[in-house]
């Protein structure tokens, strides 16, 4: 007989390596699913996990291809002149209209965004225009019909018009 500790064979197993008691036996799992059989002409499929022979890994993109999520075109900038088109379209119309005319041409040469803006200032602007414009005659028409109806200089009665109370000396 051996003097080691363990079994007989001299494995170091000690004598009650058997389950703890109080710990019931885990069950074991189900045998995993077959593969399907090989259709003749292909090759055989790849085992479960892996890719089959000729494609990259999963989650992986093909060699030669753009990665899958690209990254965003940088923003255009806005024309100034469009920006300013707007804001003169409000404040002193004939300006917007001229900054409107000079953004869209801008716009259209370099390809910046702003159209929109310079469209909005120069309609802006033209609207308010006619309507200043309009305003101006108006006012016109109202301080010629007041004027008309005024007396007039020669109807003043003249300060030698009005009789005295002291007869004058001759």
Known sequence: MTDQPGGQD???NPPDADPQPGYPQLPQ???AYALPPAQPGYPPPAPPGYAAP???PP???PPGYAPPYAAYPPAASTNTMAI???IFGIIIPPLGIVFGIIA???VKQSGESGEGLATAGLVVGLVLTALYVL???WIAVVLGTVARDLPRISDIPRFTDFPTPFPTPR
């Open 10 to 12: 001299g494995t170091s």
């Open 29 to 31: 799992p189900p045998p």
């Open 54 to 56: 000729g494609y990259p």
């Open 59 to 61: 989650g992986y993109a």
């Open 84 to 86: 300013l088109a707007l």
């Open 104 to 106: 869209r041409s801008q």
């Open 135 to 137: 305003f101006i005659i």
